[in-house]
């Protein structure tokens, strides 16, 4: 069974003005219905593995629903968040495509759905499909460019205010739904938020006082709304 012998782990730098990336970025949905087909269905618990960094590539991972984080570890042992997986995304291509160890960590954050497809099966289906090859291609094109736009927007020459700036619209943007008017969910801790901009809790504690106390934002719980996205903008922008 693959939850006892594929899925071992789990159970034991330039300024420019914001702009969103699209969610789907990272989502090719043919890519995914083709993997779906090969895909052994699997239930996480949160706070459960998907792979970990320097690890042999075992295949890839369709997310059904839920959410993940992927992050790294430097060499003192602190966090550094890359970014949130969501719904529809694939995890693990790149090294299931060309056989390197996995790049990085990634753990659920609540109870997940996930598919994964062994190595073996995508590169039969690579081999033998050039369209589907194509498509992953892009995929993997699509990823590495957001990649480098996130890198870019958090660069460490950019101060803390402006970084955490960037992080709230490009959340908001995300996570928002297809009604303006709804509030998304926001389920992050000050020190997830630190581990991703790269800065300190103490650090984020603050700016987010900051933020509320000039009307940008108001966070109630688990709501988070952006009372003033020009001003919001424009910290992200200087």
Known sequence: MLATRELEIVTNCYKQPFRARRKSDNISSEVVNVLAAFAIPVSLQKGAALFVEGQPSRGAFILYSGRVKL???????????????D?????????????????????????????????????????????FAVQVAMQLGKSYCTATAGLRAMGLSQPASQK???????????NRSFHDQAVPRFSLTHEEIAQVIGTSRETVTRLLSQFKK???????GSNLALTDRAALERSAAN
Not at 102 to 108: H, I, P, R
Not at 164 to 174: K, Q
Not at 214 to 220: A, R, S, T, V, Y
């Open 87 to 131: 719904a529809g995304e694939i995890l693990g291509l790149a090294g299931a495509v060309s056989g390197e160890p996995y790049e990085a960590w990634a753990e659920t954050i609540q109870p997940t759905q996930i598919g994964f497809v062994e190595r073996s099966d995508l590169v039969r289906l690579m081999r033998d499909y050039g369209e």
């Open 164 to 174: 955490l700036a960037i992080f709230l619209l490009d959340w908001y943007e995300r």
């Open 214 to 220: 000039k009307g940008l934002i108001e966070w109630n």
């Open 71 to 85: 992050f790294t570890l430097s060499a003192d042992g602190k966090i550094f968040i890359l970014r949130f997986a």
